[in-house]
């Protein structure tokens, strides 16, 4: 067997690792827009507006600081079904988009239901200039398209920190660039966001929700 095939439990590695859950950030919000199909807008009070087309899988932003928007809570956010407008300008792959809210998100931490020791391959490249840690990802896309390995003997390979590695790995798994070869994943349950009017709109943001 090829040694970066292995996993860790080949090199005796055993430990708990963080995680973190994408209902608690805006992750979420452009994950359920996605597996709908739904166009939906994400907005703050004084922090930008984020529209995911869910339906042909772009996103537009109008957003100061990206890293911030993205580790907020999720409750932080007014989120409402509206019309994809072809008039909108500037749009780019939604892949990015759940990289980035990912990269942020995760804080060194592994998204929920990915483990250090998946065996993972990169099916896709993703946009890297586009995207934090630019130098890091190209090296665990190209390590992992040629010789898919463990998440944890990846860190050892490439001499990145854990922390690092799982930000990327968790980026990658939600932007939908990675398959798992020791396992089958666990598909999560998105629901569609509601369409509301203009009483719930308001009932919503009393509740601050």
Not at 73 to 100: C, I, N
Not at 124 to 149: K, M
Request: charge should be neutral; include cysteine.
């Amino acid at each position: 067997m090829n040694p970066v095939q292995r996993t860790d439990m080949d090199i005796g590695v055993r430990r708990e690792t963080p995680h973190f859950n994408p209902e608690d950030h805006v992750l979420h919000h452009i994950q359920r827009a996605v597996a709908n199909r739904q166009t939906v807008e994400v907005a703050l009070d004084d922090g930008g507006t984020l529209k995911v087309f869910g339906g042909e899988g772009t996103f537009a932003a109008d957003i100061d600081d990206m890293a911030t928007f993205c580790t907020l809570p999720a409750s932080y956010f007014r989120v409402k079904v509206v019309s994809a407008d072809d008039g909108d300008g500037g749009r780019h792959d939604v892949a990015e988009l759940l990289w980035q809210a990912a990269y942020h998100a995760s804080q060194g931490r592994l998204v929920k239901d990915c483990y250090h020791y998946d065996v993972v391959e990169f099916v896709r490249w993703p946009n890297v200039t586009r995207l934090p840690a630019a130098d890091q990802a190209i090296r665990l896309a190209a390590l992992l398209s040629r010789h898919p390995t463990s998440i944890i003997l990846a860190s050892h390979v490439l001499d990145i920190a854990a922390p690092d590695i799982y930000r990327l790995y968790s980026a990658a798994h939600c932007a939908g660039l990675t398959r798992l070869l020791n396992r089958e994943p666990e598909a999560p349950v998105l629901r569609p966001h509601a369409k509301r009017n203009v009483f719930s709109l308001i009932l919503q943001r009393l509740a601050g929700r």
